[in-house]
């Protein structure tokens, strides 16, 4: 099955997954910046490094995001279910 359309809902689940599981910290301070600028899972390894580091994420940050969405977006479970973002 091919990967889902974009929406909101999947860069909060994305957020959550990155602190969950990519050992990354207060990810969900990153959701409005990258929301006002259009970036969500999906687009997140053609951002450039620079653009994402001027939004306050460190180096290694960086890299967790980008590898950690390509292998979030494309698992088969990618699509956010409604209890995923109540929390």
């Known amino acids: 099955s091919s990967p ?3 929406s909101p809902s999947q860069l909060m689940c994305f957020l ?4 969950m599981n990519l050992g990354m910290w207060y990810t969900m301070s ?3 910046v990258l929301e ?3 970036i969500g899972p999906d687009i997140l390894p053609d951002v450039d490094d620079k653009l994402l580091s001027e939004f ?8 967790h995001l ?3 969405s390509t292998a979030w977006w494309n698992r088969p479970d990618a699509k956010c279910k409604k209890r995923d973002v109540s929390t």
Do not use: L, N, W
């Open 30 to 32: 990153y959701k409005s």
């Open 36 to 38: 006002m600028h259009g």
């Open 4 to 6: 889902p359309v974009p």
């Open 66 to 68: 980008k590898k950690g």
């Open 16 to 19: 959550q997954y990155a602190e």
């Open 56 to 63: 306050g994420i460190s180096a290694g940050g960086v890299i």
